[in-house]
């Protein structure tokens, strides 16, 4: 009977240090991806997608440059 008691001591021990080797193996956060900065925006000049921060707001028009700014919309005239 005692022998039993320590099998199961042992068997109960090894599960124990398994889970605790297992859980402190696992990498806690997942990974995640860099998060862009602002949302992104589409140049109303030439559809480019730009993070929101790096365009250039006209009106309530967002450009990917200075020039696309200065062009304006559209690609018909200018
Ligand atoms: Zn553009």
């Known amino acids: 009977m005692g022998r039993i008691l320590v099998l199961v001591a042992i068997v109960v021990?090894?599960?124990?240090?398994?889970?605790r080797a297992l859980a402190s193996g696992k990498p806690q956060e997942v990974a995640r991806k860099p998060a862009v900065?602002?949302?992104?925006?589409?140049?109303?000049?030439?559809?480019?997608?730009?993070?929101?921060?790096?365009?250039?707001?006209v009106g309530e028009r967002l450009y990917c440059s200075e020039e696309h700014a200065r062009l304006g919309p559209g690609a018909g005239r200018g």
């Open 13 to 19: 021990a090894a599960v124990w240090l398994l889970r």
């Open 37 to 57: 900065e602002g949302d992104l925006v589409s140049c109303a000049r030439c559809g480019v997608h730009l993070p929101r921060a790096e365009a250039r707001s």
